[in-house]
């Protein structure tokens, strides 16, 4: 399958700070990419979409001005967390897309913010 | 919106015996149902998927059936091994471009 690489793998940082975090598809190009977050023992929730060149578009519950998602290329997509604080602390996985049907994962983002 | 739904939530299988998933979604729009094993502190890997034209895939050891008219799909792994242990995903969309939605996931443990 293709190779979706995310950087970086985990991340600590304190309350108040911004972190970014890059989802790459390394073989192909993505003409879609999903952000997702996974809490311990749950399933994944999508957090927005994202098309090459397009705004994202968010999920229900979302916050837009917090997660901002900019996919500039076809081949990177990139989120931030802005002023995070320890309720952000989760899972960050970031999915491709192409042409087909197939979605193929990131390895996630363990953020840990204190 | 879709709603996808999978059991059991916890299954325990000995080595070499098979392990069933079963799945339902809502949405008669869905036409993809791609299956996910998901190590701890991985990402999600494709292990198989099937699309609305094809009542059942099979590779190796893992086969997905899927019922149209009834709404469900079914992941099979047979010979189960302990690397097998993992939680597995289920889920649907409707075409490219659209996101994937969930069910709750399946761990699975197999025994040696």
């Known amino acids: 399958g293709a190779v979706v690489s995310q950087h970086p793998s985990w991340v600590i940082c304190k309350s108040g700070t911004s972190v970014k975090i890059e989802c790459r598809s390394l073989d192909f190009q993505a003409t879609t990419m999903f952000w997702y977050r996974q809490f311990p023992k749950q399933s994944l929730m999508l957090m927005a979409t994202?098309?090459?060149?397009?705004?994202?578009?968010?999920e229900q519950g979302v916050e837009k001005d917090k997660f901002l998602i900019n996919h500039a290329s076809l081949t990177l997509s990139t989120l931030t967390v802005t002023s995070a604080h320890p309720e952000d602390s989760s899972f960050y996985i970031c999915s491709a897309g192409g042409l087909s049907l197939e979605q193929f994962f990131g390895p996630g983002t363990r953020l840990t913010v204190l | 919106g879709e709603n996808v739904e999978q059991h059991p939530s916890t299954l325990s299988v000995q080595e070499g015996d098979s392990a069933v998933i079963k799945c339902t979604y809502s949405?008669?729009?869905?036409?993809?149902f791609p299956w996910y094993k998901q190590e701890l502190g991985k990402g999600p890997q494709l292990i198989i998927d099937?699309?609305?034209?094809?009542g059942e895939k099979k590779d190796q050891r893992i086969a997905v059936t899927l019922n149209k008219t009834a709404k469900h799909f079914s992941l099979h792994i047979t010979e189960t091994q302990p690397e097998d242990s993992a939680v597995y995903f289920c889920?649907?969309?409707?075409?490219?471009?659209?996101?994937?939605?969930f069910g709750k996931g399946t761990s699975l443990l197999v025994t040696p």
């Open positions: 994202s098309n090459e060149g397009s705004k994202a578009t968010y």
């Open positions: 949405d008669s729009a869905s036409n993809y």
């Open positions: 099937i699309r609305s034209n094809v």
């Open positions: 889920a649907a969309s409707r075409n490219s471009g659209y996101a994937l939605n």
